[in-house]
């Protein structure tokens, strides 16, 4: 698994993007969700709009995993005024860390978030922060091993049903 290139997303890799898009978030959260609140979810969430939008927010940057030219996960970051809570704070967001199934406990997820605090030292940030659901045990022990603490809950809207995300927080020392 050495061979994993990180790789900024461009506009051009739009449907690439959309489509690990909604692979992983499918693959993630089915068994625990309506299929008609995942559907709704994957339709909007991920349609070529709301992703062409992201793209071009400068304050919002993609990054594909790859092996071997196939993607096989991917990381979503935000500064400034695209966080979706915590917006005017000196803070970089994770909203999205996703890896294909067939690639979890392969270090992917590792490598992506090392992208993340690569990116969030650059921008001197004083922390990093994420919500995760709360009935992804996987995902908040995956951040808790890399020092991530418990700081407060928000809802999360899928479709209808409103769930519970737990936020976590990395204060970084910047020299």
Request: hydrophobic share 35%; glycine share 6%; aromatic share 12%.
């Amino acid at each position: 698994m050495n061979d994993i290139n990180i790789r900024k997303i461009t506009l051009s890799d739009i449907d690439q993007l959309q489509n690990i898009g909604k692979q992983t978030f499918a693959e993630t959260f089915s068994s625990g969700n309506s299929e008609a609140n995942m559907n709704d979810y994957l339709k909007h969430k991920f349609s070529k709009e709301v992703l062409e939008t992201e793209l071009n927010d400068k304050n919002s940057e993609f990054y594909f995993a790859e092996l071997e030219h196939q993607n096989i996960g991917y990381l979503k970051i935000n500064f400034g005024k695209s966080q979706t809570e915590i917006s005017g704070e000196n803070a970089l967001e994770i909203e999205r860390i996703y890896v294909l199934k067939e690639f979890h406990g392969k270090k992917v997820g590792q490598l992506l978030y090392q992208k993340a605090i690569e990116l969030a030292k650059q921008q001197k940030v004083d922390y990093i922060w994420l919500g995760v659901w709360e009935d992804n045990p996987r995902a908040i022990r995956f951040y808790e091993k890399n020092g991530f603490v418990k700081f407060d809950k928000h809802i999360f809207k899928l479709g209808n049903d409103e769930q519970t995300d737990i936020m976590m927080r990395l204060l970084l020392k910047n020299n």
